[in-house]
């Protein structure tokens, strides 16, 4: 899948992810009113809400971008029907042939972390038969249990060539309270770093491994040391835009090739229709997917002007 993603990127030359963190209130009322009117104000007609606002999303960027990170919190807090939201919009990316990144951030013993991987990127026996359940092509994943902890993910990833991104230094303003400890005279991400090296060593795919790393747009200076340090590992970015990362903060993840990042920006794409900008533009709440369009069409402009 890293490569699919690597040669998606080549394409589209936009190493760009839409976050699709469809929180209700950012969708438009007359979305929110048709859900309610079939399906009631209820967790099944907010699901409902927030696949319709994706699907509108998706369709108005799918040619332009190579992948969605949806976050699955977003889905969750509507309890079993958001998660059935969650698979109908990995699906339809699927559909759309987007790159779909699981923001799932798992980890936990070596058994449960098992389960979390054969659920999120691998398959599911039961009597006779398999099932691909979520069916991700990646997932976040968190490292604090270590390295038993991320053993499971590897594994599945080199059984169905899918991948992980392993959190090293987050883009949250209290990232460094414990990320930026010094231990034996190297702050903590930096060896998390090294671990996700070496983790990734021998699950290659052409020129990147399968095993990335998430490190913050908010972090410039880290993020050019995290580059020397994983010069294989492909680092998905969140933090740009609503965060308040910049193009020119990118510069430094990227590879001499010109690869090696992939930027998240969710709030900044999917709301970008309450934006002033964007209104000034015509935009209104009921062309609403217009407006991130054009806010994935400045953001990949912002990008490429910063890295040329
Ligand atoms: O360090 C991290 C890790 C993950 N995230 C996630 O990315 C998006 C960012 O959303 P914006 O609206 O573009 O700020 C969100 O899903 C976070 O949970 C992160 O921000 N930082």
Not at 100 to 116: E, L, P
Not at 272 to 301: H, L, P
Request: aromatic fraction near 10%; charge should be negative.
């Amino acid at each position: 899948m890293i490569n699919k993603l690597v040669e998606k990127i080549q394409k589209t030359n936009a190493p760009i992810v839409v976050g699709l963190d469809p929180m209700l209130s950012y969708v438009p009322q007359h979305i929110q009113k048709a859900a309610f009117e079939e399906f009631g104000e209820t967790p099944a007609g907010a699901a409902e809400a927030i696949f319709r606002f994706n699907k509108a999303i998706v369709d108005a960027t799918c040619d332009l971008i190579p992948a969605v990170k949806p976050q699955i919190a977003m889905y969750e807090q509507f309890g079993v029907e958001g998660v059935k939201a969650f698979q109908r919009t990995v699906d339809y990316c699927h559909e759309k042939d987007l790159v779909v990144i699981g923001d799932v951030k798992r980890g936990d013993i070596g058994s449960t972390s098992s389960a979390y991987a054969t659920g999120h990127l691998g398959s599911v026996q039961i009597g006779s038969k398999r099932f691909s359940t979520f069916s991700e092509d990646f997932a976040t994943v968190n490292p604090y249990l270590g390295s038993d902890g991320i053993k499971p993910f590897v594994d599945v990833c080199k059984e169905e060539k899918k991948g992980i991104f392993i959190l090293v230094k987050t883009s949250n303003p209290s990232s460094g309270e414990f990320q930026d400890r010094l231990i034996d005279g190297k702050p903590l991400y930096e060896h998390v770093g090294e671990k996700v090296a070496e983790w990734g060593s021998d699950c290659m795919g052409d020129s990147y491994s399968y095993v990335g790393a998430v490190v913050g747009a908010t972090y410039p200076e880290q993020g050019k040391l995290l580059r020397q340090v994983m010069p294989k590992s492909f680092i998905l970015v969140p933090g740009y835009g609503a965060q308040g990362g910049k193009g020119k903060d990118l510069v430094h993840f990227f590879n001499k090739d010109g690869l090696g990042a992939i930027i998240n920006s969710s709030r900044g794409i999917i709301a970008a229709y309450k934006q002033d900008q964007y209104i000034d533009r015509g935009i209104t709440a009921e062309n609403f997917a217009d407006a991130s369009r054009m806010a994935v069409e400045d953001m990949i402009a912002d990008i490429a002007s910063a890295l040329h």
